[in-house]
């Protein structure tokens, strides 16, 4: 109760009003020792308990509208989701819909065929694998792998080694690991287009995220807006109606994209976009560049009390 009062203080109805935006990637149905950090059905139905009885959830659309018209209610709250995971239309919407809540899906559309993002298939490929231990693709050394605390920290050291590496290189090293422990790097971990459409049925926001999440800051200009302008093209065309809302993959200004990608973002027609940086909105936000926080704590007192510092804290 003091915790609702003091975040409604924070962000009160009206033009001085504060927007709180939720971000989660996989909604697991059950936990799953190599995700340690994301949430399964229980915890995430109880994150949606705690977020419901301090914050007022808003359809995300229609909450980046009154953010700038200045008719928020006190205490608002939207709730978004990244990449596209299957598990956020088998085990979120379910949830999200018994709490009557709405969210914002974005969608990297270039993976809805089977396809898995370069972390995933490096995380699946280590847990699939046979043997005591596995080649740190591009080099000769081996790590052991015979427990999942190895596995956890062998993902770990391989993530590591290829993140940073440019996408082709990058591509090629996940390849190598894939061939050397037989495996083929598809799977129906992320949704299928039927499956988005279902979203968008069900009064969801489905919204870009570009086709094949790359660092954007990464690609030149003509690519990043080809990546932009095609994945906001995909969902069109598996929606029928053309994106307002758009996040930025990794999502950090100067390290994964700027502001020549803000303005790409909006001349493809995106009238709102998400960063990964921690804050809050308020009405002097750029709409480009709206941030995202998502407490990480996992017992309600202190993922409130973060929530609420998070509202709180000086523009
Ligand atoms: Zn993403």
Request: neutral net charge; aromatic residues 8%; glycine residues 8%.
């Amino acid at each position: 109760m003091i915790l609702r009062a003091l975040t409604a203080m924070a962000a009160p109805a009206g033009p001085r009003s504060r927007l709180s935006v939720f971000y989660f990637h996989r909604t697991l149905a059950e936990p799953d020792p190599l995700l340690p950090d994301e949430p399964d059905a229980r915890m995430f139905d109880r994150i949606l308990g705690w977020i419901g009885a301090q914050f007022r959830v808003l359809d995300p659309l229609e909450a980046c509208e009154r953010l700038y018209d200045g008719t928020l209610p006190s205490r608002p709250a939207v709730i978004t989701f990244d990449d596209g995971y299957r598990d956020n239309y088998t085990v979120a919407l379910p949830i999200l819909q018994r709490h009557r809540m709405g969210a914002a899906f974005f969608i990297a559309t270039g993976f809805l065929d089977g396809g898995m993002m370069f972390n995933d298939r490096v995380i699946e490929a280590v847990r699939k694998a046979a043997g005591d231990s596995l080649a740190i693709p591009g080099t000769a050394d081996r790590l052991p792998i015979r427990d999942l605390a190895e596995r956890r920290i062998a993902i770990e050291r391989i993530l590591r080694a290829v993140k940073h590496l440019p996408p082709d290189e990058r591509h090629s090293r996940v390849l190598e690991l894939e061939h050397g422990l037989g495996q083929t790097g598809r799977s129906e971990m992320m949704m299928e287009p039927g499956l988005v459409a279902r979203l968008h049925g069900a009064g969801m926001r489905v919204g870009g995220h570009t086709r094949t999440h790359p660092i954007l800051l990464a690609l030149n200009d003509e690519e990043s807006l080809a990546e932009i302008v095609n994945g906001a093209d995909d969902i069109a065309a598996i929606v029928g109606t053309s994106p307002d809302l758009f996040a930025y993959p990794n999502g950090r200004l100067g390290s994964d994209f700027d502001d020549r990608h803000a303005r790409m973002v909006a001349s493809a027609g995106f009238r709102f976009a998400f960063t990964t940086h921690a804050g809050v909105a308020d009405r002097s936000s750029a709409a480009m560049m709206l941030p995202r926080f998502t407490p990480w704590d996992r017992s309600p007192l202190r993922f409130r009390v973060r929530a609420l510092r998070n509202v709180a804290r000086a523009a």
